[in-house]
């Protein structure tokens, strides 16, 4: 699975978008660009993924640059339940379902 | 409809002793994933068991194992433990076997070894 790499803190005013870069230039073109986040002392939470079209659910927008070689996560109206590490990962699928891996991911923090 | 529970929370155990965590997933899911996860490493996968078989397995040494019984809850045991195995041991269940983008994870057991 390929390699990404996430800045290691951001910060956020509560009300205004976070937007969550991350890249992954190795990326295979069968591999998705997953996201998900952990809350202090709770386990890690699926957000959004995609392949190559930007996607967007209820929680989360991901826009994928057209080479595919980064991504970003809009949280489009920070909260301070929003405070958490987020994590991106590129996955394939076939024999790598259900092996997630994350790395360090960002630590976003959203101030009042 | 219950999360993902996970039991014990906490653990303390000293080295060369075992230790075994237990899973509940949600109602209904077949698929119960292991997960260990430190500051250093990060989240690394354990294994994978659906429908009472291992489907995947990580690169972890064999003193880590695990089983899967007819109701879905899953254990998973650490034999002879080391100070490396220290870490937060998460639980993740899906209703399809490696459905990660549908995986609920539980709280996860903090295991600490002295």
């Known amino acids: 699975d390929a390699k990404t790499t996430q800045p290691p803190s951001m910060d956020c005013a509560e009300g205004r978008a976070a937007n969550l870069p991350c890249n992954h230039s190795?990326?295979?073109?069968?591999?998705?660009v997953y996201w998900y986040r952990q809350i202090h002392s709770q386990g890690p939470q699926y957000i959004i993924h995609g392949l190559k079209n930007n996607e967007t659910n209820e929680m989360a927008s991901l826009i994928i640059t057209e080479d595919r070689k980064s991504s970003t996560l809009i949280l489009p109206h920070a909260t301070l339940r929003d405070t958490a590490v987020y994590y991106c990962i590129v996955f394939a699928g076939g024999t790598s379902y259900g092996k997630l891996t994350f790395g360090q991911g960002t630590i976003l923090t959203v101030h009042p | 409809k219950a999360g993902v529970t996970q039991t014990p929370r906490y653990l303390i155990k000293t080295r060369g002793q075992q230790v075994t965590l237990s899973c509940s997933p949600i109602s209904g899911h077949r698929s119960v994933s292991w997960y260990q996860q430190t500051p250093g490493q990060g989240l690394q996968f354990l294994f994978e068991?659906?429908?009472?078989?291992?489907?995947n397995k990580g690169n972890f040494p064999g003193r880590f194992s695990g089983r899967q019984f007819s109701n879905s809850r899953s254990e998973m045991n650490v034999s002879t433990l080391e100070l490396g195995d220290s870490a937060l041991y998460l639980c993740?269940?899906?209703?399809?076997?490696?459905?990660?983008?549908?995986?609920?994870f539980g709280p996860g057991t903090r295991l600490t070894v002295l």
């Open positions: 068991y659906f429908s009472e078989t291992q489907r």
């Open positions: 993740a269940s899906s209703y399809l076997a490696g459905a990660v983008n549908e995986q609920f």
């Open positions: 190795t990326i295979s073109g069968n591999e998705y």
